[in-house]
């Protein structure tokens, strides 16, 4: 990444220029990956730009950017406070039939535990 990219990226308000570099620059940016997620997750305030990110990531290829998706489904969970965006991650990350399967995905997954406790909380 040059240094005008940088600066651009840098001034970025809300996530999305982060988002559309992500995606327009796959394949070539592997080693400043988690630099942009960390720069998306200080500029998305809402959390809708760090989902889409995640999900990207995901769709892509999950394995390798493990670290990645986890670090964006951390930052959603704390972002998405009106809960807008994360039944689309749930689904997307564990599968559309993810409430089926509810159980047995907290007990082996934390972020997805603490995602469904925030869609589908207990005793409201």
Partial sequence: MDNSTKKLLENDTNGLLTYEYIANNMGSIDEELPALVD????KDRTGQFVVSTARYLNAIDREKYAPSIDMLVKAAIAKDRDHVYLSYLASSLWGTDYKEHAAEL??????????????YPVGI
Avoid at 39 to 42: D, G, K
Avoid at 106 to 119: E, H, P, V
């Fill in 39 to 42: 720069n998306m997750i200080l």
């Fill in 106 to 119: 907290s007990a082996k997954d934390d972020n997805f535990r603490r995602i469904y406790k925030r869609l």
